[in-house]
């Protein structure tokens, strides 16, 4: 059997074309559902490859390419492809300053404020990597670029779509996620590493007029700032303290103007949490007080409830982690086994967890190691901008270098030939 290190030894890249390769997904973001010209940049690369037979249109602008390469398992390596509604403020020469119209028609800025330009851009270099070091493994290998992430539906998408049809089952699905971490440092954990998210839009009524004459009127402004005050009370008086329950109301809109009293007010929420129950609980309490504060209020409409999004939890299977965490000590110097879990949400266990597959997803550091070591003795690191900001800017290296190496070597550690 070929040692691990030595296959990335005899098949390392020059990634200067990977790094033109990510300043261009980085200059044109395209946002969930609208992914069409980054899906045709991607499926371009794999062709010319001359190793993967290509699936694209899965659930949108989804695409896979396989390398069936002998008996063996199958690994499933996923790279998700959309941007967020950010301007850009980073300053870089490579900075966004594409627009583009969301799902609602309004124009808006568009930046890759979460990594993922980064994430194609390294799968897209692994799968050079494994087509080219094939001869020293055996399985099958399946590079999977998804749609739709931001918004929690491109998964799901894909596999409705059919996604399984076109392609193996595969025995593992294997993912990333650059986050705010000294750039370079890979961090996995076993059980649950990142928290299920649901987003909803509440709309409450009230009875419009002048804004002269209150008396007259059922605020609703005045009701959706009651409501905001009473939700931060869940987590703090309703969860155990030893559990994990995060709300946040992100968006508050009433009325348009200084003197009128609108007609209705919409509250924005996001709640994330890691046990179903607890999930439960925080649904309950929402619908509670927003009852019971419209009632207060005298609200001559019930509240309508409207989910947007919802993430499960990204559950890292046990075995699987603990043969990846051998792997990983071995060959990446800044590895931590035991990585605190995130409250940040992913879609990328509905493609194991449709199957019954197992799952293992890790983080990738992404933060200039001067950077990070200077908040870290500073104790500022808070103040360093994270995934969503506006200036979100990932140091391409040595971030791609290791991300690269992580991807690889999780293929490698299951589809690696033993004779």
Request: hydrophobic share 40%.
């Amino acid at each position: 059997m070929t040692p691990i290190s030595d296959i990335l030894k005899a098949t390392a890249l020059d990634l200067s074309p990977y790094e033109d390769l990510y300043k261009y997904f980085h200059a044109h973001p395209e946002l969930s559902l609208q992914e069409d010209l980054t899906s045709q940049k991607v499926a371009a690369h794999l062709a010319q490859l001359n190793a993967y037979e290509l699936h694209t249109h899965i659930g949108g602008y989804g695409l896979a390419g396989v390398l069936r390469n002998g008996p063996g398992k199958t690994v499933l390596l996923r790279a998700d492809m959309d941007a967020l509604p950010v301007k850009e403020l980073t300053g870089l020469s490579y900075a966004s300053t594409i627009t583009a119209r969301d799902a609602e028609g309004v124009e808006k800025p568009v930046m890759h404020a979460c990594g993922h330009d980064m994430h194609m851009t390294c799968l897209l270099a692994a799968a050079e990597i494994l087509a080219k070091s094939r001869h020293a493994w055996s399985g099958t290998l399946i590079v999977l670029f998804q749609p739709n992430e931001e918004r929690g539906g491109g998964a799901q998408a894909m596999v409705e779509d059919g996604l399984y049809s076109k392609v193996p089952v595969p025995d593992y699905v294997f993912g990333q996620h650059v986050m705010r971490m000294r750039a370079g440092q890979i961090g996995l954990r076993p059980g649950t590493i990142m928290a299920a998210a649901d987003s909803m839009k509440i709309t409450v009524f009230g009875r419009g007029g002048h804004g002269s004459l209150p008396h007259q009127t059922v605020d609703p402004a005045l009701l959706a700032a009651h409501i905001v005050v009473r939700l931060q009370g869940i987590v703090s008086r309703e969860v155990d303290p030893t559990d994990l329950g995060v709300v946040t109301v992100g968006s508050l809109q009433a009325g348009q103007t200084e003197n009128i009293i609108a007609d209705r007010a919409e509250i924005g929420l996001d709640f994330r949490t890691v046990k179903l129950e607890t999930r439960q609980k925080i649904l309950a309490a929402i619908r509670r007080i927003v009852e019971a504060e419209c009632m207060a209020s005298g609200s001559p409409k019930p509240p309508v409830f409207t989910p947007t999004r919802r993430f499960p939890p990204t559950n890292n299977d046990n075995e699987a982690v603990s043969q990846m965490a051998r792997t990983f000590g071995e060959h990446i110097e800044d590895f931590d086994g035991d990585v605190p879990r995130s409250n940040v949400s992913e879609d990328v266990s509905t493609l194991a967890t449709c199957k019954d597959i197992p799952c293992c997803f890790w983080f990738l550091g992404g933060i200039d190691t001067q950077v990070w070591d200077k908040a870290l003795q500073e104790g500022n690191q808070l103040e360093i901008p994270s995934n969503h900001s506006a200036l979100f800017a990932p140091a391409i290296q040595p971030t791609m270098k290791v991300g690269v190496e992580a991807l690889c070597l999780a293929a490698l550690t299951f589809l690696t030939k033993s004779t």
